[in-house]
C-alpha cells in the first residue's frame, strides 16, 4: 500500500470516529468549565472563549477576583473594545499583598454578589469567575453555595472558572476540567513579566 493510499484509509477510520461522537453528543444544554493547573495561561483561555462568544454576539458576564489592583491588558481591552461585556472585579489584588483577612473576605462577599446575580440570570450566556478557586481555597467563600449557584444556574448557561486547585467538590461537578501544566516559566530565569504576555 502506498503512503497516500494508506493516509487516505486513516482520515477515513479517524473521520468515521470523530462523526460517531459527534452523533452521540445529542444533549443541548450550557456547559461548566474548569481552567486550573499551576501552568500560564488560564485566565487567557477564558478570555478567548469569551471573545468567541461575543463573535455570536452572546451576552457576556466576567467577574475577577483577586484582579483590579494592576490593570491588565485583558481589562483594559475589555473596557476600550467589548462595551457590551459585564465585567466586575474585587479590586483588592493578590490576598498575600493585602494581608488582611477580615477585608479581603468583605471583598470577596461583595464581588461573589455579582457573580451570583450573574448565575441568576438567564440572559447571560457565559459568565466567567476568575480566580474563584482562590476564594474557595482560602476559605473566603462558602464552597456550598458557590457550588449551588454554579449547578442551579440557567439551563442555557456557560461557565468558566479560572485558578489553581478548587478541590474535589467543584471539580466533581464541573462538565469540562483543563489542567494547564507547567514545564518552564521564564520567571523562574528571573525574566520579568511581560506587558502583553503576562498581565
Do not use: C
Amino acid at each position: 500500500m502506498d503512503r497516500t493510499t494508506k493516509h487516505n484509509k486513516a482520515m477515513a477510520k479517524q473521520k468515521a470516529a470523530v462523526d460517531e461522537g459527534i452523533a452521540k453528543a445529542d444533549t443541548e444544554r450550557g456547559v461548566s468549565v474548569l481552567l486550573t493547573g499551576d501552568g500560564k495561561g488560564k485566565t487567557s483561555s477564558a478570555f478567548g472563549m469569551v471573545i468567541r462568544a461575543r463573535g455570536y454576539n452572546q451576552k457576556v458576564g466576567i467577574v475577577q477576583f483577586i484582579k483590579g489592583a494592576q490593570p491588565s491588558g485583558e481589562e483594559v481591552f475589555v473596557r476600550e473594545h467589548l462595551a457590551e461585556v459585564t465585567l466586575f472585579q474585587m479590586g483588592t489584588g493578590f490576598t498575600w499583598d493585602t494581608q488582611d483577612r477580615d477585608g479581603d473576605i468583605a471583598a470577596a462577599q461583595r464581588t461573589w454578589q455579582q457573580a451570583k446575580d450573574m448565575l441568576s440570570d438567564a440572559s447571560y450566556d457565559l459568565v466567567v469567575l476568575d480566580e474563584l478557586t482562590y476564594m474557595l481555597a482560602f476559605d473566603y467563600l462558602p464552597e456550598d453555595e458557590v457550588i449551588s449557584a454554579i449547578t442551579s444556574r440557567p439551563e442555557s448557561q456557560s461557565v468558566v472558572v479560572t485558578g489553581r486547585g478548587g478541590g474535589p467538590a467543584l471539580r466533581e461537578v464541573m462538565d469540562t476540567i483543563s489542567e494547564v501544566k507547567e514545564v518552564k516559566h521564564a520567571y523562574r530565569a528571573g525574566i520579568r513579566a511581560r506587558q502583553g504576555v503576562d498581565y
